[in-house]
């Protein structure tokens, strides 16, 4: 594939999906917290590709909690960077902006009240889809039962949402004052970048019509870092697994019915962003069968490269 024609392959796809799919609705969470300048960085990207989005996420930097799950409590502290006061309801949203909500508890519950509570009040239904991330930092490999980006989207396809994690190398826990105080700095960047590729990878996903994923199974999708990938139309996306499996046999895809691992994918020198597919329940690889089917409908639109060790 020459990835020099993305770029216009996906602004034709953009204006022809907008067309025919142009009420899509997403909710957006995270573990990193609901005021991190990354999720509104995706927030804002989001919305700019047509999609309509509300936010569920936690209060406070959740990172690392996997599934956890417990009943929201009234604050005791502030939210992340001082966005509430202590005292404030368990969930809450923005008093400007009403669709970004919190949720004094973990990833899994900030997801749940965005699929049950949220999306409802805005949508009148329970949402298409769901985006969780991206995360300040990769996960990778079979450590991501840890992750809580992983784990929202797991609880999302539980739910029969289908649903996305992503994740990102070159982030930091910072403010989303940021993105307007800092907007030449690396993190700001990245987190223009890594949104943008997301509303991207997103919009191609959802433009094929029938069921956007098998139920109950999601992705895993990590971007590198940008320091040798300035820009959105560098990155290519390559079909991996989570865990190093040679007993395995995969999908064929690239000559080859053994995909490559995505740690390895995204730590190599080039722009190669890795795309996993994950059984929800259990947030390991899945079979041959699944994996084709979502190698089908990325490479439907010529999303999907080889990767070259």
């Given at each position: 594939m020459k990835v020099i024609a993305l770029g216009s392959l996906v602004a034709t796809l953009v204006v022809s999906t907008n067309a025919l799919f142009p009420f899509y609705n997403i909710v957006l969470t995270n573990d990193d917290g609901w005021a991190v300048a990354m999720i509104r960085a995706q927030n804002a990207a989001l919305k700019a590709a047509g999609f309509n989005v509300v936010l569920s996420c936690p209060a406070q930097n959740e990172s690392g909690t996997g599934s956890t799950t417990a009943a929201p409590t009234v604050l005791n502290i502030t939210c992340e960077y001082d966005t509430c006061a202590v005292g404030s309801p368990p969930e809450g949203y923005n008093a400007s902006d009403p669709r970004l909500n919190y949720v004094n508890a973990y990833p899994v519950d900030s997801v749940r009240y965005g699929i049950q509570t949220v999306a409802p009040k805005f949508f009148g239904t329970k949402p298409d889809f769901v985006v969780s991330g991206p995360n300040v930092g990769n996960n990778l490999g079979p450590g991501i039962t840890r992750s809580g980006t992983v784990g929202a989207a797991s609880e999302a396809a539980k739910e029969g949402i289908p649903s996305v994690a992503f994740s990102g190398n070159t982030l930091s826990q910072i403010s989303y004052t940021t993105l307007e105080s800092e907007p030449t700095s690396d993190y700001t960047i990245a987190a223009e970048i890594y949104s943008q590729l997301t509303a991207r990878f997103t919009r191609i996903l959802l433009a094929v019509p029938g069921p956007i994923l098998p139920y109950q199974i999601s992705l895993n999708v990590n971007y590198p870092s940008i320091t040798n990938c300035t820009s959105a139309d560098d990155y290519k996306f390559v079909l991996t697994r989570i865990a190093t499996d040679p007993t395995a046999t995969d999908v064929y895809q690239c000559g080859t019915d053994h995909l490559p691992q995505e740690t390895a994918v995204v730590q190599s020198e080039g722009c190669y962003a890795s795309v996993s597919v994950f059984n929800a329940t259990t947030k390991?690889?899945?079979?041959?069968?699944?994996?084709?089917?979502?190698?089908?409908?990325?490479?439907?639109?010529?999303?999907?490269?080889?990767?070259?060790?």
């Amino acid at each position: 594939m020459k990835v020099i024609a993305l770029g216009s392959l996906v602004a034709t796809l953009v204006v022809s999906t907008n067309a025919l799919f142009p009420f899509y609705n997403i909710v957006l969470t995270n573990d990193d917290g609901w005021a991190v300048a990354m999720i509104r960085a995706q927030n804002a990207a989001l919305k700019a590709a047509g999609f309509n989005v509300v936010l569920s996420c936690p209060a406070q930097n959740e990172s690392g909690t996997g599934s956890t799950t417990a009943a929201p409590t009234v604050l005791n502290i502030t939210c992340e960077y001082d966005t509430c006061a202590v005292g404030s309801p368990p969930e809450g949203y923005n008093a400007s902006d009403p669709r970004l909500n919190y949720v004094n508890a973990y990833p899994v519950d900030s997801v749940r009240y965005g699929i049950q509570t949220v999306a409802p009040k805005f949508f009148g239904t329970k949402p298409d889809f769901v985006v969780s991330g991206p995360n300040v930092g990769n996960n990778l490999g079979p450590g991501i039962t840890r992750s809580g980006t992983v784990g929202a989207a797991s609880e999302a396809a539980k739910e029969g949402i289908p649903s996305v994690a992503f994740s990102g190398n070159t982030l930091s826990q910072i403010s989303y004052t940021t993105l307007e105080s800092e907007p030449t700095s690396d993190y700001t960047i990245a987190a223009e970048i890594y949104s943008q590729l997301t509303a991207r990878f997103t919009r191609i996903l959802l433009a094929v019509p029938g069921p956007i994923l098998p139920y109950q199974i999601s992705l895993n999708v990590n971007y590198p870092s940008i320091t040798n990938c300035t820009s959105a139309d560098d990155y290519k996306f390559v079909l991996t697994r989570i865990a190093t499996d040679p007993t395995a046999t995969d999908v064929y895809q690239c000559g080859t019915d053994h995909l490559p691992q995505e740690t390895a994918v995204v730590q190599s020198e080039g722009c190669y962003a890795s795309v996993s597919v994950f059984n929800a329940t259990t947030k390991t690889d899945v079979d041959a069968g699944t994996q084709a089917f979502v190698r089908d409908k990325l490479a439907l639109f010529g999303l999907l490269t080889c990767y070259d060790e």
